[in-house]
């Protein structure tokens, strides 16, 4: 099982939560057995428990002496304190004693107390004549008791010799095998009870008050009870503690990993677990691990250490009722295994379905805005609602099915109480069982019965959370494809002349993991400090993978980057972003405030370089016109903001951490013309030190760099300024034509005929960037 892989390093809370149970359960075994001491004992034998009595009447001690073996009998005597002033005597022996004597006494007792119900002088003396009988009756009733019967036996003794009468003190050990032998199967029984009977007499001869003894031995018994149900329940409740304490902490280092895992991903890790599944696979995935943890330390420790136990002591408790358990676990097997079979399957859905879901859900979430412009929000109703039912359906079906498990089990549970009270009744009415005895085997009988039950229901749930420890482990095993370069390998700047910031490109070729065709081939290109470099060309033609490959977001299939003469791939990847400013086209603010946005690259920077590099991405209008400036919040993704001034704190949060090379990858799109040349003219002027490298549509952003790249279809298909390539390069002529007029390309003949509105815009912003360009 993978979820068991996650308890490692936590060997001390699992020996602990093995240890807790381990108590908690053997308290829990004893309260059967001290309930079964309440009522046997306690009840029955009122609160007398061995035949050993604590006080004594001395005639009686030498009345049980008659019947005990001579050893016994003087460790007996030697155990006894010598009579008080009432006669009686006291046991003076320890435990062990006790138990040596248990046996002998018992029996001893057990003769004595039938005796002194009454013998029928026939049954004592039946090998004598009748007229000798008569004689006995004479002196002492129809029955002799036990005083009785030694005297007259002396008197036999001492008559002379030659007496017909064959009586003796021998005939004693005769009568004591013939009533022991009277006893039956159910001896042991008779024995303890008759004995008790003859303790209850000696304790009353004593002086002492039964009830007092019977109240005393059900207080301590009540005691015990009490003491180990609360050590039972203190047991409980630290395992729990245990158990929670240690699988959050275990769902917090995952969640930890996890997160720390998908922070060093690529985009090409990205896209293969997609976001919603790392999602589910963060928050619901090590929910189920967590809870199914919680239940391994509490529960599926717990229930074997008290199945066994319980086990143990059915096994050991003689009722021969041992089969009832047996025909009550093949059933409950079978129940399971029934439900097992419908509900596993289900089960190992469960987690692709909730991904689904959460996809689902959070596409239209994010994509909110189109399904209402294309008023779509009823196909995207029914196309959550059909994710939700199949989720929903799951959930039923699996829920009804273990709801029936419930009835299922306590139908067998309370087969087995009626089987055993219905067998065991019988023992008990032929006296070979006692009520107590049978009340604790039921007790232990149902804990078997439950410890099987709970561990067969967890084993329906492991596979869920077995799937969910798969999903987590899956991400955790999975390595970013761009590696830190070796310590060996590794060069480094940043500390000593640092990097200067020429970015060159040496025949790359691009080729997507999943894809067929490379996407750039053969680029080549060199980016210079104080230099911009544009990069124009026809949507899809690979312009944004192109800069992607520069702080190394993939890496380049072919060929290689490097910076100031090193291959990227030698710098250290936190150096190397830290030297490449990159403004991504697709806009994205954290939740926080203006401040927190444009310092995120270095949150300790001055607030001198937070407003320089607001200023340059002409941002400082919109910021100061706020109440709160820079503490304006910003809302997750930035969007309490407009796009312009959303790309704006983009531009802002890159330039803050003066760059050594700033890539602006489609980034002054949502700028209008004027802030677009202004900021670019800024930019030239207060950046003048880094490599610009800006990818945009508009001929207008980078009519004026120093080198323009024309990318068609992964290749470079034109290079040089503009003038050169309205010359030499049909495809950028092409672009051009379409945005502005002949005559603004200084171009002879007619505008193409496609020519519009923003062709008009761009026109009259040209005039503007006239004065601001380099
Ligand atoms: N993650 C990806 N996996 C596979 N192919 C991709 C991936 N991202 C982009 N592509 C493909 O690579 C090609 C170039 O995409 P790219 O985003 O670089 O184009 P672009 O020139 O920046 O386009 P635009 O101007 O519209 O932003 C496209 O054909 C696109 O379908």
């Known amino acids: 099982m993978k979820i068991f892989k996650f308890l490692k390093g936590h060997g001390i809370n699992f020996l602990i939560a093995l240890v807790l149970l381990f108590a908690q359960a053997n308290c829990e075994l004893t309260l059967p057995g001290l309930m079964s001491n309440i009522v046997d004992v306690g009840i029955s ?55 040596r004597l248990e046996e002998p006494m018992a029996e001893a007792e057990m003769l004595v107390y039938q005796i002194n119900q009454g013998i029928p002088v026939e049954d004592w003396a039946a090998a004598e004549g ?75 001869e004593a002086g002492l008050d039964l009830n007092d003894v019977q109240t005393g031995y059900l207080f301590s018994e009540g005691m015990t009870m009490l003491a180990y149900a609360l050590l039972s329940a203190l047991c409980a409740i630290l395992a729990a503690f245990n158990a929670s304490k240690t699988s959050a902490a275990i769902a917090r280092d995952l969640r930890h990993d996890l997160y720390e895992r998908v922070l060093s991903f690529s985009p090409a890790e990205m896209e293969k677990f997609s976001a919603a599944s790392l999602i589910t696979r963060a928050t619901n995935d090590i929910q189920q691990i967590q809870m199914v943890l919680v239940m391994c330390l509490r529960i599926v420790l717990f229930a074997p250490c008290m199945g066994l136990g319980a086990v143990v002591r059915v096994l050991t408790t003689p009722t021969g009722l041992e089969w009832i358990l047996v025909v009550a676990i093949v059933a409950i097997a079978i129940t399971i295994g029934i439900l097992m079979g419908l509900t596993m399957p289900k089960f190992r859905r469960m987690q692709s379905l909730v991904d689904r879901n959460n996809l689902v859900a959070r596409e239209i979430v994010t994509g909110i805005m189109p399904i209402r412009a294309f008023g779509r929000q009823d196909y995207e109703q029914d196309r959550y609602d059909q994710a939700n039912r199949e989720l929903t359906n799951t959930y039923i079906f699996t829920n009804r099915c273990m709801t029936f498990l419930m009835p299922a089990m306590l139908i067998v549970m309370n087969a087995t109480t009626i089987g055993i009270v219905w067998f065991g009744g019988h023992g008990v009415d032929a006296g070979g069982l006692m009520v107590g005895d049978l009340m604790a085997y039921i007790n232990y009988v149902m804990q078997v019965i439950m410890s099987f039950m709970i561990l067969t229901m967890i084993s329906v749930m492991l596979p869920r959370a077995d799937v969910a420890a798969e999903r987590v482990q899956e991400v955790l095993a999975t390595y970013s494809s761009i590696e830190d370069p070796s310590p060996e390998t590794s060069v480094s700047r940043e500390r000593e002349e640092g990097w200067r910031g020429t970015i060159a490109y040496n025949d790359v070729s691009f080729t997507y993991p999943d894809a067929s065709e490379p996407t750039l081939e053969h680029i080549s290109f060199t980016a210079r400090p104080g230099k911009t470099t544009a990069i124009i060309g026809s949507t899809g033609c690979g312009k944004s993978t192109l800069v992607q490959l520069m702080p190394r977001l993939y890496d380049v299939t072919e060929g290689s980057i490097t910076l100031d003469g090193v291959d990227i791939r030698s710098i250290g990847l936190k150096e190397l972003r830290r030297s490449i400013g990159y403004v991504p086209q697709k806009r994205m ?49 930035g969007s309490n903001v407009s796009g312009g001034q959303n790309q704006r704190l983009s531009i802002a949060r890159a330039l803050a951490c003066r760059p050594k090379v700033l890539v602006f990858d489609d980034s002054f799109s949502a700028l209008d013309y004027k802030t677009d040349s202004v900021l670019r003219a800024e930019l030239a002027e207060r950046a003048s030190d880094a490599a610009l490298i800006i990818v945009a549509q508009r001929i207008a952003t ?61 026109a009259s912003d040209a005039s503007i960037l006239e004065g601001g360009e380099r």
């Open 45 to 99: 034998q009122g609160g007398i428990e061995s035949a050993v009595p604590d006080e004594i009447p001395s005639d009686q001690l030498q009345q049980v002496a008659l019947f005990m073996d001579a050893d016994d009998a003087e460790l007996m005597e030697a155990s006894y304190s010598g009579k008080d002033a009432n006669g009686v005597r006291s046991f003076a022996g320890d435990d062990e004693v006790r138990s």
């Open 130 to 204: 009748a007229e000798t009988l008569d004689a006995i009756r004479a002196q002492v009733g129809d029955t002799v008791d036990l005083a009785e019967l030694v005297s007259l036996s002396e008197a036999f003794a001492s008559a002379e010799a030659g007496h017909p009468v064959s009586m003796g003190p021998g005939s004693l050990s005769d009568m004591r095998e013939q009533l022991v032998s009277q006893l039956g199967d159910n001896g042991d029984t008779i024995i303890e009870s008759r004995a008790i009977e003859f303790v209850k007499d000696a304790y009353r």
């Open 589 to 637: 603010l954290f939740s926080g405030t203006i401040e927190s946005n444009i310092k995120y690259g270095d949150p300790s920077m001055p607030d001198a370089d937070m407003v320089e590099a607001a200023s340059i991405a002409q941002a400082t209008e919109f910021i100061d016109a706020k109440p709160d400036g820079y503490q304006s919040p910003i809302a997750q993704g």
């Open 702 to 762: 980078i009519m004026h760099a120093d080198e323009i790249l024309v990318l068609d279809d992964g290749r470079i298909v034109g290079r040089g300024t503009h003038e050169e390539l309205l010359r030499s390069c049909p495809e950028y002529l092409e672009i051009a034509k379409s945005q502005l007029s002949a005559d603004e390309l200084g171009l002879e003949g007619d505008a193409p005929a496609e020519q519009g509105a923003v062709a008009e815009g761009a």
